[in-house]
């Protein structure tokens, strides 16, 4: 249904309207249900907090029996009803409790039933359904959800289908089930009997505020809601940087129960560079903007992947966003010791309490953690060369005018350029030679790999992933930065020839893999499957979500 503005009209100012939370001591399912904690909070809290911020309603009684509820209620500032021994029995009718609590000698308009059990709801969400109650004159609105689901019933005695024919849910017919968050009714039509008049309807709601606890699993979900957090990811990534920050930002971005908001730069980052996803991408034009949006949504949670970071964006970041908690990768800047968290999975030093420093913090692609090591074969017959996505110091074009040579003719070489590679046309072109396979921004890199006997890579994500596979390579540095990377280096299995070699030390380390034996490479391997790459995701989001 369409959304209403909450401007209330000079008649509804003047109503009278009343809500009843009823909270009786006992509970079957969940002992202390109303008064447990849950985010932070006793349940109960959240019903009369909505009802206290409602623009709408003007009285508060809470029904109960309970000395614990009246505490809450009392020093929320709200009145109490003890409700009578003989109204808190399973089988007495929520009509007659609310009835009961309702004040005599006064008029009311409208009396609003609050359920506890459902702390999930927004006021925003109240607020409109009273809106929506009193302008088209109903007399009774009830919380709801559309469940169009295939359903069977019973009908003499059998279990019969309550359809006439089969269709995909988004083609059944509306279904609505109550929630139990709310019932608005016209005080005329509420007797000790019912609460529904003639003119009834439901009011749609968000399915994350339709959770009514009854159950622990229900009360599960609730908590995990109220608690629920706000990420945003700010990164970027381009040829000079390279790429390897957008790939982990997605996959961060997957592993949040929420859908983050994923920012980018437009003066620094293609949104060309992130491929096709499905996530949330948002462009902003600088920093200024930036923040300006971050004191606006105010998220609880912020990740940083753009490399270094400098005190005063830091300081900056954390003025917009007091609460949330900060969370920077690969970061050996000043900035860093700014942050909550900082992860540096390609270096080994640890300067701050707050960093992660090693491999044991690398975040896996996930469609490598389905596959297995290579097997070593007893001749290298197939060799792997990706440099990242970006390959600024163009080591894909000195290497494949090195293998086009007839001396190599013996191997199948797989070249894959990343999405942010420069000349990708003119290196497809190598495709002409038959040993030689040139592919661009391929979807599934651990296939291609594992299709080969040996890489060549450089210093940057594409060696973690090699390794994690067990595949032996020979590794360069792309920059300065790179040189830093402690990981892929000589004592973890990698023949590592540092930044920018000369093309005679590429071809000789090049033909000296190519004649490996087998016993050499199952030793480089071992080494390599010595370290636990398959852990690092889940480890960073434990260290994430415990902040």
């Given amino acids: 249904m369409a959304q209403e503005s909450l401007q209330q009209p000079t008649g509804e100012a003047h109503m009278k309207i009343l809500a009843v939370i009823p909270a009786r001591a006992g509970s079957k399912g969940i002992p202390n249900k109303n008064i447990r904690i849950v985010s932070g909070h006793p349940l109960i809290f959240y019903a009369i907090q909505n009802a206290l911020a409602s623009d709408y309603i003007t009285d508060i009684v809470v029904s109960t029996d309970s000395p614990e509820v009246r505490i809450i209620a009392e020093q ?13 029995s399973d089988e007495t009718t929520l009509d007659a409790v609310i009835y009961d609590a309702i004040p005599q000698g006064e008029r009311w308009d409208y009396i609003v039933t609050m359920q506890p059990t459902s702390p999930t709801l927004q006021r925003g969400t109240l607020d409109r359904a009273i809106q929506y109650a009193i302008r088209r004159g109903l007399d009774t609105v009830i919380s709801g959800i559309n469940a169009p689901r295939l359903s069977w019933g019973i009908r003499d005695g059998k279990k019969m289908p309550n359809y006439a024919q089969r269709l995909n849910s988004g083609y059944l017919p509306p279904c609505y089930v109550e929630t139990g ?4 009714s ?3 039509v509420v007797t000790p009997c019912t609460r529904i008049g003639d003119a009834a309807d439901i009011f749609e709601v968000p399915q994350d505020e339709a959770y009514h606890v009854e159950t622990f699993e229900d009360l599960r979900c609730a908590a995990a809601v109220l608690g629920r957090q706000k990420v945003a990811i700010y990164v970027n990534g381009n040829n000079r940087r390279g790429i390897g920050h957008i790939y982990r930002a997605l996959e961060l971005a997957d592993e949040f129960y929420v859908r983050p908001d994923i920012y980018y730069d437009i003066n620094q980052t293609d949104v060309s560079v992130f491929g096709a996803t499905e996530h949330q991408l948002k462009p902003v034009n600088g920093i200024a903007e930036l923040f300006d949006i971050c004191r606006r949504e105010q998220y ?3 990740i940083n992947d753009i490399l270094t970071t400098s005190i005063d964006y830091m300081i900056g970041l954390r003025s917009v966003l007091p609460d949330a908690k900060l969370v920077n990768f690969e970061d050996d800047g000043e900035g860093a010791v700014k942050a909550d968290l900082v ?3 390609l270096y080994s030093r640890a300067d701050l309490p707050q960093v992660k420093a090693g491999e044991q913090y690398y975040i896996a692609g996930k469609t490598f953690l389905f596959y297995r090591p290579i097997e070593i074969k007893e001749q290298v017959e197939r ?20 293998i086009c040579r007839s001396e190599y003719e013996g191997y199948h070489f797989v070249v894959v350029l990343g999405r942010a590679k420069h000349n990708v046309e003119v290196l497809l072109e190598y495709n002409r030679f038959r040993h030689i396979e040139v592919l661009y921004d391929v979807p599934d890199m651990p296939n291609i790999m594992t299709g080969c006997d040996i890489g060549i890579t450089s210093r940057g994500r594409t060696g973690y992933e090699l390794a994690l596979l067990g595949i032996p390579s020979i590794a360069m540095a792309q920059n300065k930065r790179e040189e830093k990377h402690g990981f892929v280096c000589n004592e973890n299995g990698f023949t590592y020839i540092g930044l920018n070699p000369e093309d005679e030390i590429i071809k000789s380390n090049l033909d000296m893999y190519l004649q490996l034996p087998a016993k050499s490479r199952r030793r480089f391997q071992k080494t390599l499957l010595s370290h636990d790459l398959r852990g690092g995701r889940q480890r960073v989001m434990n260290l994430i979500n415990s902040l």
């Fill in 76 to 88: 929320m500032g709200v009145s109490v009803r003890q409700r009578d021994a003989s109204l808190c």
């Fill in 181 to 184: 968050a709310f019932m608005i």
């Fill in 186 to 188: 016209k005080a005329s």
């Fill in 300 to 302: 609880t949670v912020f």
């Fill in 343 to 345: 992860f540096n999975a």
């Fill in 383 to 402: 060799v792997f060369i990706s440099f990242g996505g970006a390959d600024p110091q163009n080591y894909s074009d000195r290497l494949l005018s090195m």
